[in-house]
């Protein structure tokens, strides 16, 4: 089995982002785009079907995102809210950008499982800023990805599992394969943590290394 790189707390993954905009001048969206990249492409060695579940947020952009490098003929993307331009900007740019290409973007529920058997469902509904218990919808929606029939792949963490304390709060996706950014998240090592990650993929963000 693999090793896992050393994981770092939510405080961190943030510290990386902010110091990428702040000191390097990486635009958000970039970074987004980056992540989204990374996540088609392992997506896409799981099939050739896609359904996208996405949250509010930027976890949600990163899925948004990812379903132009999927190909959008190819996914069904599910909102659980609409993204808001003056909370989560990138996401919102991302959702504006697939509703203009004329994305097959709901607002709503997913269809039934038994409908999409086979395709691959991808859990962009809540990343690691998550804090409180789920509970209502986005509570069922995540039992209708755990009880999906395709391979199942969440972005960064799984949905509705704590990044620092590896708690699961109230429901959490359990994946197939998970694409974390950077590195693990402290939250993920432990025993039920990596009960729900499956097989992890790191993935860089196009960070600069120093120069040597």
Not at 4 to 16: D, E, F, G, K, M
Not at 23 to 41: D, F, I, K, Q, Y
Not at 188 to 193: D, E, H, L
């Amino acid at each position: 089995m693999t090793a896992w790189p050393p994981a770092i707390t939510v405080a961190q993954a943030r510290a990386i982002d902010r110091d990428a905009a702040a000191r390097l001048g990486m635009p958000t969206a970039l970074l987004m785009e980056n992540a989204a990249r990374s996540v088609a492409e392992t997506a896409q060695g799981l099939g050739s079907r896609f359904i996208i579940l996405c949250g509010a947020g930027n976890n949600g952009g990163d899925g948004l995102a990812a379903a132009r490098h999927l190909g959008l003929e190819r996914c069904a993307v599910y909102l659980l809210k609409a993204p808001d331009p003056s909370r989560a900007p990138d996401a919102a740019l991302q959702h504006a950008i697939l509703t203009r290409a004329g994305a097959d973007v709901r607002l709503g529920a997913p269809s039934e499982v038994d409908a999409d058997h086979g395709a691959v469902w991808i859990d962009a509904l809540f990343g690691t800023g998550l804090g409180r218990a789920l509970e209502g919808e986005a509570k069922r929606w995540i039992h209708r990805f755990n009880a999906a029939g395709g391979p199942k792949l969440s972005v960064d963490i799984p949905s509705g599992l704590h990044g620092d304390s590896g708690e699961v709060l109230g429901a959490a996706c359990k994946a197939d394969v998970t694409v974390t950014f950077v590195a693990p998240k402290v939250g993920m090592t432990t025993a039920v943590g990596k009960g729900l990650v499956g097989r992890l993929v790191v993935a860089g963000l196009g960070l600069p290394t120093p120069a040597r």
